[in-house]
């Protein structure tokens, strides 16, 4: 700039500098950067064929709710400890699911989306607030502000879906899937 000398140059930019830092600092103590995405590590296999063992993902922060089918991470609590749990949202507020020898249906159809079951003659009673089987259940009216959830490999016990544990409460939703990053070769 004509008529600008060194000096106010210097001055200006290291004011700039300094809001830059400051605005940065604040967003770093105010979580303003909690919308970056996250990645992920598969540990077993409930969610095969989508992935499996050993995959990597990326996920980014869920706003909103969930599209029907879309891959979530949720919040499951086991006693003391936290853990991040990768599931599908197969039935949103206001939906209706079921699953007849394995096969989900919601409002009346069965979706394409991946499923599969590894052992058919596997069925147990389910126990807790759904009533059936784990391959016959329902049908179930999703609750306002819930979220239905259901591993890919539906024969899967020992981790947390819908049928286990209810509705999962949107709140409790906290990323979307968005790309695997790394598959396991299998």
């Known amino acids: 700039m004509p008529g600008t000398t060194a000096a106010q140059l210097i001055a200006r930019w290291g004011c700039t500098s300094g809001l830059l830092v400051l605005l940065g600092g604040l967003a770093v103590l105010t979580r303003g950067f909690a919308a970056l995405p996250s990645t992920y590590y598969m540990t077993g296999e409930s969610m095969a064929p989508t992935l499996g063992a050993g995959d990597w993902f ?5 706003t909103g709710r969930p599209k029907s089918g879309e891959l979530v991470v949720m919040q499951f609590r086991d006693g003391d400890s936290l853990y991040h749990v990768l599931r599908r949202a197969v039935g949103l507020p206001g939906d209706t699911v079921a699953m007849r020898d394995g ?12 499923a599969r079951v590894v052992a058919p003659r596997a069925e147990r009673q389910l126990e807790g607030p759904i009533r059936g ?17 259901l591993s890919d490999t539906r024969d899967m016990l020992g981790w947390p879906d ?7 409460p949107l709140e409790r939703l906290e990323d979307r899937m968005m790309f695997v990053v790394w598959r396991r070769t299998r």
Do not use: C, D, Q
């Open 133 to 149: 089987t784990i391959y016959n259940w329902g049908a179930v009216k999703v609750g306002p502000e819930s979220v239905f959830v």
């Open 58 to 62: 990326v996920a980014r922060p869920l």
């Open 162 to 168: 819908s049928r286990f544990i209810g509705a999962v």
């Open 103 to 114: 096969v989900l249906w919601v409002n009346g159809r069965a979706p394409a989306w991946p």
